[in-house]
C-alpha cells in the first residue's frame, strides 16, 4: 500500500450481485475495489492493475480460490489475500494448506466492519 | 455305563450353580428378537441359534469321544472276560482228566490185585480161612483199603470170609451184581457204608474154573485214600471235587454239593468218553462251571464243579484300576467339552454381538455422515444468498449513512437493521450445521470443552425452551482445554443432552457440570427426568437395550455414546433413582 493512495482491491467471486454491492460498500469506506466474477477476467484484470489485496471466493467454477491465488502471485508476488468461504469459520478447515501458508479466511456472510478491519490488518501486518 | 452318563450329565444341568454360570448366549434368541424389530434398514435376522450350535457341539463330541471309548472299553471287556473263562475251563479240564487218571489207577489198581490173587492162588487155598486172611493182610499191607475179602461159589454162596462182618453162608445168587459179575466177569459197586460208618465199595472178579465152573473174589476197599486226594485236590473258586454215580448219588463227601449217599443236587451230565466242560445255573441262580469224565469201568463220574463268580473275582477286581479309568476319563471329558464348548460358544455370541454392534454403529456412522454432507451442503447454499442478503441490506445501511439521503426515515432504517439481524441469525444456525457436518473427520486437537458442551447445547436449546426446562452451566473458568476428538465429543454431549432433555417433564431443571479432577476431568450431565430403574441400570449401555422400542428408539445411543467415550480413552458412568432423574458422569482424559 503506496501511502496516501486509496487502497486498490480486486473482488473475485461467481455471485455478481454480491461482489458488486460488495464493491459499492467498500466505496463507500474509502477502499477502491474492482470486481469479476470469475477467475480468468481476475487474471485478466490483474495484468493491466495492480492491486494490493485480493478477495477471492474459496469455491468458485473450474478454478478455485487457491489455485487463483497462486496464479495471481505469479503476476504480483506482493499482492495479499483474504478468502470468502460458504462453508463457515474454522481455523482448521480441513483443505490442504501444504505450502504452510497463513490464509486469512472469512465467513459467509460477512459483517462489513469485518471485513475492513481484517483489509487493514492483512495489509499492514505483512507489510513488505 | 449309559446310566452313569446319564447321571453325569443330568447331574451337571441340575446341580443349582449350573443356574448361576448359565452362559450368557443361553436366552439370547428370545430377548434379542424382540428389541430387534425396531432397528430399521438392518432387518437383523439371528445368523446363528446359539443354544442349538452348544448342544450340537457338545452331542457331536461327546459321540466322537466317548461313544469309541465305552466301545471299545466294552469289546476288551468282553473279549478279555472270554479269553479269562476259557483258561478256567482249560483248568478245569486238566484238573479233571489227572484226577480221572488218578482214579482210574485206584480202581485199576485194586481190580488187578485181586485179579492176580484170583490167578495165583488155587481155589481151594482161597478157601482155606487161615490161607485167605493172610492174602488179606498182604494185599491189605501191599495196596491198602482192603477191608475184607470173600470167596463165592458159582451158586452164589459165600464159602468163606475174612473181615468184620460174619457173611459166610450167605447167598448172593439173587442179588443183581451176582448176576453182573456172571455175565461180565467183574464188578465195581456203588459207594455204601458199612461197618464202622467207613464209605466202601464192593470190587468183585470172577475166575472160571476148569470144571466149566466158577468162583467170585470179592472184597470191599476202603475209599477214603480217594476221598483224601480229592479233597486235598487244591482249587480256586470254592471248587468242590467229587465222585456221583451214574444216578446221582454222590459216592464222595462234597463240600456244599450234599452229603455222601445223597442225591446230587444238580443233574447227571450226559455220557462222554472225554473230559468236559459245561456251564450250568444251579437252584440258586450261581453260574457254575462243572468238569466231568465218566470213569471207565466204572459207574463212577467225577465232577470238579467250580462257582464261575469266585473264579472272576479275582478278574473283575484287576478289572476295577481300568474301568475307575474310564469313568474318569468320561468325566473329565464331559467337563472339558462342557467347559470348551461353552467358552466358544459365548466367544461366538460375544462376536455375533460386537458384529452386530459394528454393523449399526457403521450404520449410524454413515447416518450422520450423511446428515453431515446434507446440512453442509444445504447451509453452504443458503450462505451464499444470504452473503447477497447481507450486502445488499448493508448497502441500503450505508446509503443512510454516507449519501444521507434516505437518513430522515427511521422506519426503513429500522427494517434495515431487521434484515440484518435476522441474516446474523441464519448466518449463526448455517454455522452451526457446518460445523456438525465435521463430525465424521477423526481430528484430536484442542478442546474447549466449555465451548463444545455450549455448541452441542445450542442443538437443543429450542426443546428445552418449548419444555421450559432450566439449563444451568456450571462450568469453572480454570477448566482446562484438553486434547481429543471435537467431533466424537460433540457427539457424545449431544446424545447426553437429548437424552436428559427427553426423560425430563415441562419444568425439569437440568444442570451440566465440570469438575477437575486429578487427571480426569468429569462432566456431569444432571437431570431430574423420570429415572432408570435399578433392573436397568446395568443394561443401558448394552446394544439394543431400549425402554422406548415401541416409540421407535433403537437402544443404540447410549451404546454407541458408550462406544465413543471409550474411543476418546475415557469412562462413564450413571447413577439413577426412579421418579428423581439420573447423572451421567463422562469422564475425560487431561493428559
Known amino acids: ?128 | 455305563m449309559g446310566w452313569l452318563l446319564k447321571k453325569i450329565f443330568l447331574g451337571v444341568l441340575d446341580m443349582s450353580i449350573f443356574h448361576r454360570i448359565i452362559p450368557k448366549f443361553w436366552h439370547y434368541q428370545e430377548n434379542t428378537t424382540v428389541n430387534l424389530k425396531n432397528i430399521g434398514p438392518f432387518e437383523y435376522k439371528p445368523m446363528l441359534n446359539f443354544k442349538r450350535i452348544w448342544k450340537a457341539a457338545i452331542f457331536l463330541i461327546i459321540i466322537v469321544a466317548i461313544i469309541p471309548l465305552i466301545s471299545m472299553s466294552y469289546i476288551d471287556y468282553k473279549a478279555t472276560q472270554k479269553a479269562v473263562e476259557s483258561e478256567f475251563i482249560f483248568q478245569i479240564s486238566r484238573l479233571v482228566s489227572n484226577t480221572r487218571r488218578s482214579v482210574s489207577f485206584f480202581f485199576a489198581e485194586h481190580k488187578s490185585a485181586l485179579d492176580f490173587t484170583a490167578h495165583n492162588t488155587t481155589f481151594s487155598e482161597l478157601n482155606n480161612y487161615k490161607q485167605l486172611a493172610i492174602i488179606l493182610d498182604n494185599l491189605e499191607k501191599s495196596f491198602g483199603g482192603f477191608a475184607d475179602l470173600g470167596i463165592i461159589d458159582s451158586h452164589g454162596n459165600q464159602k468163606t470170609y475174612v473181615g468184620y462182618h460174619n457173611l459166610k453162608g450167605r447167598d448172593y445168587s439173587k442179588q443183581p451184581w451176582f448176576n453182573e459179575i456172571t455175565s461180565t466177569g467183574n464188578y465195581i459197586s456203588d459207594v455204601f457204608k458199612g461197618f464202622r460208618d467207613i464209605p466202601h465199595i464192593v470190587v468183585a472178579i470172577k475166575r472160571n474154573l476148569p470144571n466149566d465152573s466158577f468162583f467170585v473174589l470179592r472184597a470191599a476197599i476202603d475209599i477214603k485214600r480217594f476221598n483224601k486226594m480229592l479233597s486235598q485236590l487244591q482249587m480256586s473258586g470254592a471248587g468242590d471235587a467229587f465222585i456221583i454215580n451214574n444216578k446221582g448219588i454222590l459216592q464222595t463227601p462234597t463240600k456244599d454239593h450234599g452229603k455222601i449217599l445223597e442225591k446230587i443236587s444238580i443233574p447227571v451230565p450226559e455220557y462222554s468218553s472225554k473230559t468236559q466242560v459245561i456251564k450250568q445255573i444251579d437252584s440258586n441262580g450261581e453260574h457254575l462251571l462243572i468238569g466231568y469224565a465218566y470213569i471207565t469201568e466204572t459207574p463212577f463220574i467225577l465232577m470238579i464243579v467250580k462257582r464261575e463268580e469266585k473264579l472272576m473275582k479275582l478278574w473283575h477286581n484287576a478289572r476295577k484300576g481300568p474301568i475307575l479309568f474310564l469313568a474318569i476319563s468320561i468325566i473329565i471329558i464331559l467337563f472339558v467339552t462342557l467347559g470348551v464348548t461353552t467358552y466358544l460358544v459365548n466367544q461366538m455370541y460375544l462376536a455375533d454381538l460386537r458384529r452386530i454392534r459394528n454393523l449399526h454403529y457403521v450404520e449410524y456412522s454413515n447416518k450422520m455422515a450423511s446428515i453431515g454432507r446434507l446440512a453442509a451442503g444445504v447451509a453452504h447454499e443458503i450462505n451464499n444468498p444470504l452473503a447477497i442478503i447481507n450486502e445488499k441490506a448493508g448497502l441500503i445501511n450505508d446509503l443512510f449513512t454516507f449519501q444521507k439521503k434516505y437518513a430522515n426515515d427511521p422506519k426503513l432504517a429500522g427494517i434495515v437493521n431487521a434484515i440484518i439481524s435476522s441474516v446474523d441469525r441464519c448466518g449463526l444456525i448455517t454455522k452451526r450445521l457446518l460445523n456438525f457436518a465435521r463430525n465424521d473427520i477423526v481430528r484430536i486437537k484442542t478442546v474447549n470443552i466449555k465451548e463444545t458442551i455450549n455448541e452441542a447445547l445450542a442443538f437443543q436449546e429450542k426443546e428445552a425452551e418449548y419444555k421450559c426446562i432450566i439449563v444451568t452451566l456450571d462450568i469453572p473458568d480454570d477448566i482446562p482445554s484438553i486434547k481429543s476428538d471435537w467431533g466424537k465429543l460433540q457427539q457424545i454431549f449431544l446424545n447426553l443432552i437429548s437424552n436428559a432433555i427427553a426423560s425430563m417433564e415441562n419444568g425439569g431443571n437440568f444442570v451440566i457440570k465440570v469438575i477437575k479432577q486429578d487427571n480426569s476431568l468429569a462432566v456431569m450431565f444432571i437431570d431430574n427426568g423420570c429415572g432408570i430403574p435399578l433392573e436397568d441400570l446395568g443394561h443401558i449401555f448394552e446394544p439394543f437395550f431400549s425402554t422406548k422400542t415401541q416409540q421407535g428408539g433403537t437402544g443404540l445411543g447410549l451404546s454407541i455414546t458408550y462406544g465413543l467415550v471409550r474411543e476418546i480413552g475415557g469412562s462413564v458412568t450413571v447413577e439413577s433413582q426412579i421418579g428423581k432423574g439420573s447423572t451421567f458422569t463422562v469422564f475425560l482424559p487431561l493428559v
Not at chain 1, 13 to 27: G, H, I, M, Y
Not at chain 1, 33 to 59: G, H, I, M, Q
Open chain 1, 1 to 128: 500500500m503506496i501511502k496516501g493512495d486509496r487502497m486498490r482491491i480486486l473482488l473475485v467471486d461467481d455471485e455478481e450481485e454480491l461482489v458488486s454491492t460488495l464493491a459499492e460498500r467498500l466505496f463507500f469506506r474509502n477502499i477502491k475495489a474492482d470486481w469479476v466474477t470469475s477467475p480468468d477476467d481476475a487474471l485478466e484484470l490483474a495484468k493491466n492493475n495492480r492491486y494490493d489485496l485480493a478477495l477471492l471466493d474459496v469455491k468458485m467454477p473450474k478454478i478455485n480460490g487457491f489455485e487463483l491465488k497462486k496464479k495471481l502471485t505469479e503476476q504480483h508476488p506482493n499482492m495479499k489475500f483474504i478468502f470468502l468461504t460458504g462453508h463457515g469459520l474454522d481455523k482448521d478447515y480441513p483443505i490442504d494448506i501444504s505450502e504452510a501458508e497463513v490464509f486469512n479466511y472469512l465467513a459467509k456472510p460477512c459483517n462489513i466492519d469485518n471485513l475492513i478491519k481484517t483489509i487493514t490488518n492483512v495489509l499492514s501486518s505483512n507489510k513488505g
